[in-house]
C-alpha cells in the first residue's frame, strides 16, 4: 500500500513540476490589486477584466490560496496603453485589418524573500476586420489577449524566464 502511495505521490509531483513552475517556498497565499487603466483609450470595465483574469490565472495554475489581507505574493499594476494600428493593406490603400495592442505595466512582490520583486511591462495584440469598430471587436480578441499577457505574467512570477 505505501508504495502505491509513493508511486501516486510521485506521480503527482512530476505532473507539477512538469509545467516547470517554480512556487516561491514557503508561499501559501497571492493577491492581485485591481489594475488601474491609465491608457488613453480606455475599454468600458477592461481592468477589471484584466484583474480578474490574473487572479483566474494564479488560482487554477498554481498551489497559492486567495487572501487580501498579507498575502506571501502580491500582484498589482496599471494598463498602459491600447493601441489601435491599420495593418495589411490591400491595393488601393485599404486596409484588411486593424491590430489592438494592449500593454499592462505588473509589479509582482514576494513578501517572503524581498529581493525577489519586479516591474514589468507585457503587451499582446490581436487582429481584426477594418470593417468592425473596436467596440464591436473587443469580445472576440480581448479574451485571448487576456489568456496570453496572463501567461506571460504567471511565467515570469514562477518560470524565471
Not at 506521480?11 to 501559501?28: D, K, L
Not at 494564479?58 to 498579507?70: A, G, H, T
Not at 502580491?74 to 491600447?82: D, H, L, V, Y
Request: net charge negative.
Amino acid at each position: 500500500m505505501w508504495v502505491l502511495c509513493l508511486v501516486f505521490g510521485l506521480g503527482q509531483w512530476h505532473c507539477y513540476t512538469f509545467r516547470g513552475i517554480s512556487i516561491p517556498e514557503g508561499a501559501s497565499t497571492f493577491f492581485v490589486h485591481n489594475f488601474e487603466d491609465l491608457s488613453d483609450l480606455q475599454l468600458p470595465n477592461y481592468n477589471i477584466t484584466f484583474t480578474e483574469a490574473l487572479k483566474d490565472k494564479v488560482r487554477n495554475e498554481s498551489r497559492l490560496k486567495w487572501r487580501e489581507s498579507d498575502p506571501d505574493i502580491e500582484f498589482s499594476g496599471r494598463i498602459i496603453g491600447f493601441t489601435v494600428s491599420a495593418v495589411a493593406p490591400e491595393a488601393g490603400a485599404v486596409t484588411a485589418f486593424n491590430r489592438l495592442e494592449v500593454t499592462v505595466e505588473v509589479t509582482y512582490v514576494n513578501h517572503l524573500d524581498p529581493k525577489a520583486k519586479w516591474t514589468k511591462r507585457f503587451s499582446q495584440f490581436d487582429n481584426f476586420d477594418a470593417q468592425r469598430n473596436l467596440l464591436e471587436a473587443q469580445a472576440d480578441i480581448l479574451p485571448g489577449i487576456n489568456q496570453l499577457l496572463t501567461e506571460y505574467i504567471f511565467n515570469a512570477a514562477f518560470t524565471d524566464w
